[in-house]
């Protein structure tokens, strides 16, 4: 990653903006959001790439201390996917999410609390986001 940074480093002009946008590994939540409320069903296994998430961090840090990029400002937010079924969740996190995991358990009681929701029920997962913006230090 500090590889890719440097390259990034070098295409920029002096004195741009790198973006750092990325949801954060864990556990997040999935809900079964309907006319009668928001049910908590379980949680989507990411802690797989928790080890992406530090190195990616790490990298910044090293770019950073090289003097190459410096923070100017860093927040976080929740970022919200919905699917109208859960078979178009699943088929999403297969395809997009290919480190994640569901447990059984949780398909299960989303797939109760979507026949329960009723009619308009979807099914939600959120992660928390991170965005920092550096910039390009150097000529």
């Given at each position: 990653m500090v590889h890719a940074l440097r390259e990034i480093?070098?295409?920029?002009?002096?004195?741009?903006?790198?973006?750092?946008?990325?949801?954060?590994?864990?556990a997040w939540p999935v809900e079964v959001v309907g006319a009668g409320g928001v049910m908590v069903t379980g949680h989507v296994d990411e802690s797989e790439d928790i080890a992406d998430d530090r190195a990616a961090d790490a990298a910044l840090a090293a770019v950073e201390?090289?003097?190459?990029?410096?923070?100017?400002?860093?927040?976080?937010f929740d970022f919200s996917w919905y699917w109208d079924s859960l078979d178009e969740a699943q088929a999403y996190i297969a395809?997009?999410?290919?480190?994640?995991?569901?447990?059984?358990?949780?398909?299960?009681e989303t797939q109760?609390?979507?026949?329960?929701?009723?009619?308009?029920?979807?099914?939600?997962?959120?992660?928390?986001?991170?965005?920092?913006?550096?910039?390009?230090?150097?000529?």
């Amino acid at each position: 990653m500090v590889h890719a940074l440097r390259e990034i480093w070098r295409v920029l002009a002096p004195d741009s903006l790198l973006l750092d946008l990325r949801p954060l590994s864990g556990a997040w939540p999935v809900e079964v959001v309907g006319a009668g409320g928001v049910m908590v069903t379980g949680h989507v296994d990411e802690s797989e790439d928790i080890a992406d998430d530090r190195a990616a961090d790490a990298a910044l840090a090293a770019v950073e201390r090289e003097g190459l990029f410096v923070r100017e400002r860093d927040g976080d937010f929740d970022f919200s996917w919905y699917w109208d079924s859960l078979d178009e969740a699943q088929a999403y996190i297969a395809e997009k999410w290919t480190e994640a995991r569901v447990p059984e358990e949780v398909l299960a009681e989303t797939q109760r609390q979507m026949a329960r929701a009723g009619e308009g029920a979807r099914v939600r997962a959120t992660a928390r986001v991170v965005i920092s913006r550096w910039r390009r230090l150097g000529h």
